[in-house]
């Protein structure tokens, strides 16, 4: 299994987890060069891997509430706006 294919079956927080581990790793250990490079090459990894699955939760978040936005504008506004439904101005004859 790939470090890609790792990183795909963590979930966000186990991924933060494990870069919290690295990062203090590499601060606080002395460690030889090869595996220092290691722990950074993975640690560039997962932040990747966190900032994408941010993006794909903001993007979610945003979309849900345009939804609930447009939703409210259809059949909550004030009388004489657009989406009113009872005997307010301008719609009776």
């Known amino acids: 299994m790939?470090?890609?294919?790792?990183e795909?079956?963590?979930?966000?927080e186990e991924a933060m987890k494990r870069?919290?581990?690295i990062v203090a790793r590499l601060e606080n250990e002395d460690i030889p060069l090869e595996e220092a490079l290691?722990?950074?090459k993975e640690g560039v990894r997962l932040s990747r891997y966190c900032r994408?699955?941010?993006?794909?939760i903001e993007f979610?978040?945003?979309y849900l509430l345009k939804e609930e936005q447009e939703a409210e504008g259809e059949g909550g506004g004030?009388?004489?706006e657009p989406g009113e439904t009872?005997?307010?101005a301008g719609g009776d004859f």
């Open 38 to 40: 290691a722990g950074f």
């Open 19 to 21: 870069l919290e581990e």
């Open 86 to 88: 009872a005997g307010g």
């Open 2 to 6: 790939s470090p890609e294919e790792k």
């Open 52 to 56: 994408e699955k941010l993006a794909e």
């Open 8 to 12: 795909e079956n963590l979930s966000y």
């Open 60 to 62: 979610q978040v945003e």
């Open 78 to 80: 004030e009388p004489g």
